[in-house]
Nanobody, 123 residues
Framework: QGHLVESGGGSVQAGGSLRLACVVSGYTSSRMCMGWFRQAPGKEREGVAILYTYTNITLWANSVKGRFTVSQDNAKNTIYLQMHSLEPEDTAMYYC????????????????WGQGTQVTVSS
């Protein structure tokens, strides 16, 4: 079924950078999609990006496009979310999810989730 563990969250000032990591274990599908989501207090969960690991193509939410990047280290079974030019609006709990689903909406429902890592951006 798979197990995901996120790390790398923390507190930064606006304009700063953070890199989140998502270690995936026990997931054997060759067509795995990885999603990054975030949820701020009082707000709905938002899909940030989806990575098609078998093509290395990433689709982005407009809110983060051009500021965030995704990379994968297959040797470490790890997906990274590199975040630059962080804004207070990026403050949220960030989650990764894995599955065979090819859209953020379906991955949100049917994917395997990590426990989340908190990102706080101060102005």
């Amino acid at each position: 079924q798979g197990h995901l563990v996120e790390s790398g969250g923390g507190s930064v000032q606006a304009g700063g950078s953070l890199r989140l990591a998502c270690v995936v274990s026990g997931y054997t599908s060759s067509r795995m999609c990885m999603g990054w989501f975030r949820q701020a207090p009082g707000k709905e969960r938002e899909g940030v990006a989806i990575l098609y690991t078998y093509t290395n193509i990433t689709l982005w939410a407009n809110s983060v496009k051009g500021r965030f990047t995704v990379s994968q280290d297959n040797a470490k079974n790890t997906i990274y979310l590199q975040m630059h030019s962080l804004e207070p609006e990026d403050t949220a709990m960030y989650y990764c999810a894995a599955g065979s689903q090819t859209t953020l909406a379906s991955l949100q429902i049917h994917g395997v989730w990590g426990q989340g890592t908190q990102v706080t951006v101060s102005s």
